[in-house]
Nanobody, 121 residues
């Protein structure tokens, strides 16, 4: 099982930016970011294949968020720009050995502990 540790969350004003990081074990895994607000379903945010050649985004974050990874550092990133109050949630990174269906949480083998993002209006 892959160990994942997120960081970079915090409080930001509407229109601001944050960059989340996800430190992983050195494995060949696709990586995804999901978010969950208290009392709501976990939702897909973005995913990237191990090579970085394919990225997928939820419609709600397209054009504002960018997922990337640096395999030399075993770290993935989620750059979040033009943040909105509705982006407020706990963000989780996850690793998938399957490489398919990356918008679905059940396809992921390992999850981080989450990092909280709060966007004030």
């Amino acid at each position: 099982q892959v160990q994942l540790v997120e960081s970079g969350g915090g409080l930001v004003q509407t229109g601001g930016s944050l960059r989340l990081s996800c430190a992983t074990s050195p494995r060949t895994y696709a990586m995804g970011w999901f978010r969950q607000l208290l009392g709501k379903e976990r939702e897909f945010v973005a995913a990237i294949t191990w090579s970085g050649g394919i990225t997928v985004y939820a419609d709600s974050v397209k054009g504002r968020f960018t997922i990337s990874r640096d395999n030399t550092k075993n770290t993935g990133y989620l750059q979040m720009n033009n943040l909105k109050p509705e982006d407020t949630a706990v963000y989780y990174c996850a690793a998938s050995s399957r490489g398919l269906g990356l918008t679905v949480g059940a396809q992921y083998d390992s999850w981080g502990q989450g990092t909280r993002v709060t966007v004030s209006s």
